[in-house]
Nanobody, 128 residues
Framework: QVQLAESGGGLVQSGGSLRLSCAAS????????WAWFRQTPGKEREFVAS????????DYADSVKDRFTLSRDNAKNTVYLQMSSLKPEDTAVYYC?????????????????????WGQGTQVTVSS
């Protein structure tokens, strides 16, 4: 089983930037997809962005497209989410997920059910 640990959250002013990290340990598959989701109190976890490796394909929610960018450091088993031009509505707990082996990426990347490992989450707060 893979273990995921997010870091990099914090408090930032509107228009600012943050970089979240998701470090994987344990049974890390080289050919898999990783994703970021976010959740606010009383709401379901929503898709933010995902990356399929080693194909390099990445997908983004419309609400973050052109502001957030995913990258991966294979040597460190770490995925990064660079967030720019942050808005108060980006405030949430951000979770990293690893896609279950055998899942068809193109059909399932934005669904929480496609991911079988999650980190503990990191809080991002954007003040207006």
């Amino acid at each position: 089983q893979v273990q995921l640990a997010e870091s990099g959250g914090g408090l930032v002013q509107s228009g600012g930037s943050l970089r979240l990290s998701c470090a994987a340990s344990g049974r890390v598959f080289r050919n898999t997809a990783w994703a970021w989701f976010r959740q606010t109190p009383g709401k379901e976890r929503e898709f933010v962005a995902s990356i399929l490796w080693p194909a390099g394909r990445s997908d983004y929610a419309d609400s973050v497209k052109d502001r957030f960018t995913l990258s991966r450091d294979n040597a460190k088993n770490t995925v990064y989410l660079q967030m720019s031009s942050l808005k108060p509505e980006d405030t949430a707990v951000y979770y990293c997920g690893s896609m279950a082996p055998g899942t068809v990426y193109s059909d399932n990347y934005s669904s929480t059910r496609a991911y079988d490992a999650w980190g503990q989450g990191t809080q991002v707060t954007v003040s207006s």
